[in-house]
């Protein structure tokens, strides 16, 4: 069956390269609904791509590569979290910086690891039994990345933290109106602080993917932009968990289409497809909300501090 | 007011003038310090850095004519945000846009037949154009269909980077180049005048400058600036008083995106003299120009100051890429340093702290009396 293999390789491959788009987008809904917008999501990715990168190298483990890149994630996310809730610097300056930075810092320290296959990538898993199913089987559940299982399995979990729990509704009500938060007794602070770098675990952890499981190598630039779609999903995805598994998936489709639909039209212009897409998604978006941003939380962007107004 | 051992802190509500160049000095010094850890930790010796940089660039006539070329550029794009910021609209598109303005002047200077001395002027309008309209799209979504700017803009800059890849892989490619991706070298007649020995093309930089003063002008002293700053400052106050977003918003984009257009002409016409790679037309201006407006804090006349010190820097980027051997990113991590220490120490502008007058007690309500 020649459109079934068709398919089934659209969809697995557009898992495999929304993986990074879903990690990423998870971490920012849950910075934005603590009300910080990190525009430096590229530069967590590309720091957390190198460092996995040559962590893995150099030990042999990519598992510690992994781990080594979310924690880069963590931290570069806490210069953000400083410099806009500690001292309520704007925080699209901020996330801007942080990009330049990571983009720059990765640069710099890459320079000798260019261009060198990694000795040992992520293994992809294939789960017994499920792969077994027609169609849904070989599509979904073999030969997939583990950390694409995670990524699936963590959308789910934060959904239901950030709708179904106590922690959530924190976090949520601190999105929302922070003074009234902070009245109720919830540290906003704290979970703005802890959000912004949960946000910065989950990007480091995408480009850890990136370079030590999707091309297990690593070379400068390899985000290629995929931060900034990170952003534009969060809004397409309506700052919901569950909604973030779509909108990544149809990304990770757009980019493998772009490798697919080479024999019909230029590369450069197919490269540009993801881009022009993501514009034009937020515009329906747009159109669809007829000017309301729908889901944004209230206090987005806003600074707060305690005790004024 | 808050008291601190035996300093009070004041709060005020508009920081002096000298309070704003003082503390963005002290946010450049403290990544400078940072940046020599960074040279220290990468095996150079800091202080042999600094000294390397400052005398290849400040201290040779060649290195001064680097400074200035690479400020050429940064001042058109910085200029552009500097209106753009102070509407509040978050214009990350320079890149973009500046690419644009590249590939409209690299059009007409190789098809369009315009006899030479049409040729440059036609090519300045023209990537005057292209840039604007990069520049309004994003306008018109964001006013239109709430679509943020920041996403928009950025977006418009790859989509933009990958349309200059295929120009100089596919339909442009010059037959002359041997296989190299590049156009045809343009006719000499688009070839932009420089200053003698270096590549500084003068009437860029005039224009440059020229856009400055206009652009303080329009902001200071008409209708549209008032209407511009209104909006950035107050939207609630602007949509009060039956501002038409639109109109500015779009007025701004065509002033921004166009003064990056003309930034791209004159890269083009003026240094390459063909269109080749988005990385070569471009070392990241457009991005850089974000910190050259921030800096500059709203006033256009002083991007030109902020504009130069970033051309340093660029400037300084090529000396440790060629005598220090590191490479030109080490741009990029300094520039994300400067802009993490210049909002960092933002706060501090609108504090005074001086000594407390003697006798006054703590009673523990003045902290409550803050505004």
Same mark, same amino acid.
């Given at each position: 069956m020649d459109w079934q293999s068709w398919l089934i390789g659209i969809v697995g491959r557009a898992l495999a390269f929304g993986t990074p788009l879903l990690w990423g987008t998870l971490g920012e809904i849950y910075a934005e609904r603590a009300g910080v917008v990190n525009l430096g999501v590229e530069g967590m990715m590309i720091l957390g791509a190198f460092s996995a990168f040559a962590v893995a190298q150099s030990t042999g483990h990519p598992g510690l590569g992994i781990m080594v890149a979310a924690v880069v994630g963590g931290v570069a996310a806490l210069i953000h979290a400083f410099l806009t809730v500690t001292l309520r610097a704007n925080q699209y300056v901020s996330g801007l910086a942080l990009t330049m930075f990571g983009l720059g810092l990765a640069g710099l320290l890459g320079r000798g690891w260019e261009g060198i296959p990694l000795r040992q990538p992520l293994p992809d898993v294939t789960i017994p039994g499920l792969a077994k199913i027609p169609l849904l089987g070989p599509m979904l559940f073999e030969g997939q990345s583990i950390l694409t299982y995670a990524g699936l399995i963590l959308a789910v979990v934060l959904w239901i933290i950030l709708y179904r729990t106590r922690w959530g509704i924190s976090i949520r009500s601190v999105g929302e109106s922070p003074a009234t938060a902070d009245a109720l007794g919830v540290n906003v602070f704290l979970i703005r602080y802890l959000c912004v770098m949960f946000g910065g675990v989950l990007a480091g952890v995408a480009g850890g993917f990136l370079s030590v499981?999707?091309?297990?190598s690593w070379t400068e630039g390899?985000?290629?932009g995929m931060g900034w779609i990170v952003i534009a999903l969060t809004i397409f995805a309506a700052w919901d968990p569950l909604q973030a598994i779509g909108g990544a998936l149809l990304f990770g489709a757009l980019y493998h289409l772009s490798y697919r639909l080479q024999a019909w039209l230029p590369p450069e212009l197919l490269k540009l497809m993801p881009y022009a897409f993501a514009i034009l998604v937020l515009a329906i978006a747009g159109l669809g909300g007829a000017g309301r941003r729908r889901g944004?939380?209230?206090?987005?962007g806003v600074p707060y501090a305690r005790g004024e107004k | 007011m808050k008291r601190v051992g035996p300093f009070v802190l004041e709060r005020r509500l508009a920081p002096s003038r000298a309070a704003v160049i003082g503390v963005s000095v002290l946010a450049v010094l403290a990544a400078l310090l940072v940046m020599a850890i960074i040279f220290w930790g990468y095996g150079v010796s800091p202080w042999h850095a600094y000294a390397t940089i400052a005398k290849s660039t400040l201290g040779s006539r060649y290195g001064l004519m680097e400074i200035l070329r690479r400020t050429i550029p940064l001042l058109l794009c910085g200029v552009g945000l500097v209106i753009a910021f102070r509407s509040q609209f978050w214009n990350i598109g320079a890149e973009g846009q500046l690419l644009a303005g590249a590939v409209a002047a690299t059009g007409v200077a190789l098809y369009s037949g315009i006899p030479a001395p049409w040729l440059l002027p036609t090519m300045f309008v023209v990537g005057f154009l292209a840039g604007a309209v990069w520049g309004i799209i994003p306008a018109f979504l964001k006013v239109?269909? +709430?679509?943020?700017d920041v996403i928009t803009t950025l977006m418009m800059n790859y989509i933009m980077i990958y349309i200059v890849e295929w120009l100089i892989h596919g339909p442009?490619?010059?037959?002359? !180049? +041997?296989?190299?991706a590049y156009t045809d070298t343009f006719p000499k007649a688009a070839w932009l005048p420089t200053l003698p020995l270096s590549r500084v093309h003068w009437p860029t930089l005039v224009i440059g400058l020229v856009a400055a003063v206009l652009a303080a002008f329009i902001l200071a002293r008409t209708r549209l600036g008032y209407e511009i700053r209104v909006v950035g400052e107050s939207p609630d106050a602007a949509r009060y008083a039956g501002i038409n977003f639109l109109r500015v918003s779009l007025w701004v984009m065509i002033l921004s995106g166009g003064l990056a257009g003309l930034a791209g002409v004159g890269e083009v016409g003026g240094i390459h003299h063909k269109l080749l790679s988005p990385v070569q037309v471009s070392v990241g201006y457009g991005y850089t120009a974000i910190i050259v407006a921030w800096l500059a804090r709203g006033s256009p006349i002083a991007a030109i100051m902020t504009a130069a010190l970033f051309g340093l820097i660029f400037a300084a980027g090529d000396v440790i890429k060629v005598?220090? +051997? !590191?490479?030109?990113?080490v741009t990029g991590v300094f520039n994300g340093l400067i802009l993490f220490f210049l909002i960092g120490v933002e706060l501090l502008m609108y504090w005074r702290v001086r000594l407390a007058p003697k006798g006054e007690r703590w009673t523990g309500k003045a902290g409550s009396s803050e505004s």
């Open positions: 499981d999707y091309r297990p390899m985000t290629a944004a939380p209230g206090a987005l | 239109k269909l +709430r679509v943020n442009w490619k010059g037959p002359t !180049m +041997r296989g190299f005598a220090l +051997r !590191m490479p030109f990113q």
